[in-house]
């Protein structure tokens, strides 16, 4: 198994102008309940399709034979 995570290459992982729930380890959202419930913001969405992009292109590479180096 690999493990791939949200790397630090996405700018906006350490943004401190909104609380996300993205980390090194991959993308997260705390949707909470009830009155507090919310859906995951555009930033947190971005997260998620860098990231999917992301094992893509890793995949790709090991796939081919590549490496991911």
């Known amino acids: ?9 996405f700018k906006d992982l350490t943004t401190m102008r909104e609380v996300t729930g993205g980390t090194p380890y991959g993308e997260s959202c705390v949707t909470g309940g009830g009155d507090e419930a919310r859906m995951p913001s555009n930033l ?24 991911i180096a």
């Open 1 to 9: 198994m690999i493990i791939v995570g949200l790397p630090y290459t």
């Open 44 to 67: 947190e969405l971005d997260m998620c399709r860098f990231q999917g992009e992301h094992v893509s292109r890793i995949t790709n590479r090991l796939v081919s034979g590549a490496g």
